[in-house]
């Protein structure tokens, strides 16, 4: 049987049929939102033109300017101090704060450094004697510790914070005390002789052994020292302050221990105490009356029998106070010991971060690892460290994410086809994507907007992923051009034409989503979404002008048949060639309805000269079969165009013998989504289940979110694995201790305020929160102590005054307090005449409703400050401005001694609590709503106070945070609207571009829809979830399970942008995961099923002239109709049949809008090669060499 004839050129008479689909507006006004959306589309087809002719400028450009943003991350700031990052400025928080400062500097009164001990077996007890050896094995290794620093040792007796030293005119028994005076530990050893041992100071008297705490005997020591010095005023304020005989009147842990003193109440039984008795109720310090450690301080995870006795506990805590870098300063200001070495501010910062690394390493390795306890340690300089260490960018991970995304965008873009490869785009394009998120980052510093964990955790994938989707848009819209293309230099500015209103759209939504986000009370979460926005903005502008200057080179490596990749070597693709022009039906008519067309394509070839290459035009030869039954089988399964039809459906049945794909060269996502997906969609029944699953999920989204709760823990800003967080999660189980002040200010009289204050702190006492003490113990204020000090000297007096050793005259002969007494009832204020002896019985320091008398009330406390030190140290006031410093001397009774200065009015002074039982941030929010509410009543009194503590420093923002978030989100779909109807043109038309600018009925344009965006979405969430998959390996708990402020958006019907909620959720890693997904079912599940239903009409329609040649509807579904094919094609041909489903609609209602004709390419007698596209595309053979 002979082969068919030979393939030759197109006759030279033979011209295509002239266009007759002319432009057919009809009458009335067409709409104006769709001519503003063509005049957009063409601004953004003359940019991609103009990109086109001047790519390699374009590029240039484009590097050379990101590359100087980029520098801008030399001057970046990583900020880690957690007031910054967690205070809103401006807020009352933030106000108060800065008050606090202003009077007090910027450091706290001490720093804490802190030991928890707990079991290695889960839920065993650490009441016993064993166990409380280990922790002051612990505690002894940890105090220990020494740094030496410009020149000089550092130990814990020299930076340790010592609560009220007194003031002693005697100076060498001044400098014993010194040294003596114990440092300020609060600990559970301290119950026992053995807490003397974490005393560091000792003495040296000539004739005695070394004086430390652990033989030290305070009340022998005085009668010793009796003789020869006068002690008298230092015996008393021991007595006040029930010092006794301090540490060795304290049962020994141990008995054995050589060193228990003979006066331990256990020393002859050598029996070892009840562990649990003795810590019953706390412990005390060296003064029983200042220094009372309540229970709460001390242990944790207690468990009492019924009648409340403590019988088990599964933590030990102890808490060593250091002072602060300025009064470590100030204490050694002038000193011998530091005079040599310019001593400042910041060397004694220095000096105590040293001290507490040290401390921390020292306490950590006390116990062996074989232990049956272990100690977790703490100290706010290894948590700033901590904290910077794991804010800086790892470099391991953001390689590590930036290589897998390239590896990603390079396999999913490589194809068998050499012509449709992109590999070489994609690897550009993520490593574009790199240097805008690096320089939208650089621009964020040199703006000054501060780094943060999230910056550097979270941004650099979360921006990765989002600026790849856009990426994955246009590669594939560039390579899947629409026919009608008719000139390579047109093919980026239609491509731009085609997506950039939906890149537009996606990347404004998303920096409103960010930007709107910054109404976020959180400084953290505020800088992260401003840096996102601008970050996403870069993006934004990297996509849309340099990237399609890449997609412009590449087009050119295509034109030179070169390998994608490796574009040194020739492409093994150039030895085909079809050359797919597109075909017009010229003077027919299409019935109304919906048809299946089936058309045979008589290729015709000629090789041109000038291109030696072999071109092949395929006129149309057609016939129109009835549709089928199935709706379905004659609208999904179809393609729209013969171009479209003859590359998705041919390209894997031509074969050449010089190149042969495999199989699976054919199938992609878009064939998945044509041929698989759409059809399974789209059936009666997948609809149904789509509709009832997306029901079930928004009623257990909307149930969900009433379950959700606001909250951070401190743990969870701390990196997984670090020792820190390993003690921030023992602290939170078992001592959930907040210290907390309540803070009054100036500008209200303190002694006519008295009843007031008494009041508000009644009422900040009643708190719920607030750790009650032991009836013993009822909670103290300054004002309470100074009160019962001035009750006290006003008792002694009478009793100095009954029994006439003070008269009206003298007050040498009575005792001390007595003394300070009557020096203080003398005094009137007034300046001209300050004194008034006749006062002394007519009036009394404190009335009988407990109220210090006004006039006397900033004298009195000049001489409580320096007479009391104990008193005022365990009171905690820190007043501003500070009393002055006075000196009593009651053998001195001249005028000047008995004038005593007054303090000034107080600006700030300060009450201390404790609260507990603060686990969920319900709780701190209760409790912070009824201090505030006391706060407030007090001012309608004239007072003026606020509270302060970290539970007000860190959670008062989630007061109004659900306030803040209804703003945000209302806000950002006010502006996505907004930035929909702007761009779009339509606010009917955001999320539906594709679905609109199609034809046929619901589900054929739903199917196309679908069929042109499976891919690119697909490609752009798989990105997406590559860059997040990257925090899932950060060791912030707040990045892979803590909320933050979440942005992005999932496109859907022709790649437009529906942006997800720029919200404070419950995870982060997690939330944008699950984000990625919904939007993906949304876009790709939901969205096509609610239009195949629901959807409008479409906007476009295509409009064709009658013909008789074409018979009724009703004659097509009889016979099969056909069309004939043109009498002027010759015999010999190479017949191409592909399937076609068209959708015809009536004559358009007005308003529509018609394709122009000029968009129809033309036949031409003789076929010239044309440039490479994907609504045309070639593949090339030489031509053999003529004859």
Known sequence: MAGPPTLRELPPDYTHPPPTTAPQIPTGNPKAPLWLRTYFQGLLFALGCSIQRHCGKVLFLGLLAFGALALGLRVAIIETDLEQLWVEVGSRVSQELHYTKEKLGEEAAYTSQMLIQTARQEGKNVLTVEALGLHLQAAFTASKAQVSLYGKSWDLNKICYKSGVPLIENGMIERMIEKLFPCVILTPLDCFWEGAKLQGGSAYLPGRPDIQWTNLDPEQLLKELGPFASLEGFRELLDKAQVGQAYVGRPCLDPEDLQCPPTAPNHHSRQAPSVAQELSGGCHGFSHKFMHWQEELLLGGVARDPQGQLLRAEALQSTFLLMSPRQLYEHFRGDYQTHDIGWSEEQAGIVLRAWQRRFVQLAQEALPENSSQQIHAFSSATLDDVLHAFSEVSATRVAGGYLLMLAYACVT??????????????????????????????????????????????????????????????????????????????????????????????????????????????????????????????????????????????????????????????????????????????????????????????????????????????????????????????????????????????????????????????????????????????????????????????????????????????????????KEHAFLSAQLRYFSLYEVALVTQGGFDYAHSQRALFDLHQRFSSLKAVLPSPAAWAPRTWLHYYRNWLQGIQAAFDQDWASGRITRHSCRNGSEDGALAYKLLIQTGNAQEPLDFGQLTTRKLVDEEGLIAPELFYMGLTVWVSSDPLGLA????????????????????????????????????????????????????????????????????????????????????????RRCFLLAVCVLLVCTFLVCALLLLSPWTAALVGFLTSQGSRNLRAAQALEHTFAPVTDGAVSTLLGLLMLAGSNFDFIVRYGALVGGGGRVCHAVSTPADALPDRYFFLVLTALTLLGLLHGLVLLPVLLSLLGPPPEVVQMYKESPRVPSPAAAQDSGLRWESSPSLPQAFARVTASMTVAFRPPPLPGAYVHPASDEPTWSSVATPTADTSGSPSARASCPAAE
């Open 413 to 722: 873009m490589l194809r068998w086809d050499c012509g449709q490869s992109q590999g070489a785009v994609g690897l550009a394009g993520v490593l574009l994507v790199a240097l805008a998120v690096a320089s939208g980052l650089g621009l964020c510093a040199m703006l000054g907007i501060a780094f943060n964990a999230a910056t550097t955790q979270v941004l650099p994938f979360l921006a990765l992923g989002i600026g790849v989707d856009d990426v994955f848009l246009l590669a594939h819209a560039f390579t899947k051009a629409p026919p009608g293309t008719p000139q390579q230099q047109e093919r980026m500015g239609e491509c731009l034409r085609r997506t950039g209103t939906s890149v537009t759209l996606t990347s404004a939504s998303n920096m409103v989503a960010f930007f709107t986000a910054a109404l976020v009370p959180i400084p953290a979460l505020r800088a992260f979404s401003l840096q996102a926005a601008v970050v996403v903005g870069c993006n934004f502008a990297a996509v849309m002008l340099v990237f399609p200057a890449i997609l412009s080179l590449d087009l050119r490596r295509r034109h030179h048949q070169r390998l994608d990749v490796f574009c040194c070597f020739s492409s093994p693709c150039s030895a085909r060639v079809v050359q797919i022009l597109p075909q017009e039906l010229g003077e027919r008519t299409i019935p109304v309805g919906i048809a299946h067309l089936t058309t045979t394509v008589q290729a015709f070839t000629h090789c041109e000269a000038s291109s030696q290459h072999v071109v092949t035009v395929l006129p149309p030869q057609a016939h129109l079969v009835p549709p089928a039954s199935a709706p379905l089988a004659s609208e999904l399964f179809s393609p729209r165009g013969s171009t479209r039809d003859l590359l998705d459906q041919e390209e894997c049945s031509r074969q050449k013998a010089s190149f042969e794909a495999p199989p699976c060269a054919c199938w992609n996502l878009a064939h998945f989504a044509r041929y698989q997906f759409a059809p399974l969609l789209l059936q009666s029944h997948a609809k149904a289940l789509v509709l009832v699953f997306s029901g079930a999920l928004l009623g257990l989204g909307l149930y969900g979110a009433t379950l959700v709760q606001d909250g951070l823990a401190l743990a969870d800003v701390v990196p997984r694995g670090t």
């Open 874 to 961: 365990a009171s905690q006031a820190n007043f501003y401005p500070p009393p002055p410093e006075w000196l009593h001397d009651r053998f001195d009774t001249t005028g000047e001694n008995l004038r005593i200065p007054a303090a000034q009015p107080l600006e700030f002074a300060q009450f201390p609590f404790l609260l507990h039982g603060l686990q969920e941030t319900a709780d701190f929010l209760e409790a912070i709503e009824g201090a505030r509410a006391a706060c407030a009543e007090a001012g309608q009194a004239g007072v003026r106070a606020y509270p302060s503590g970290p539970p007000f420093l860190f959670w008062e923002q989630y007061l109004g945070l």
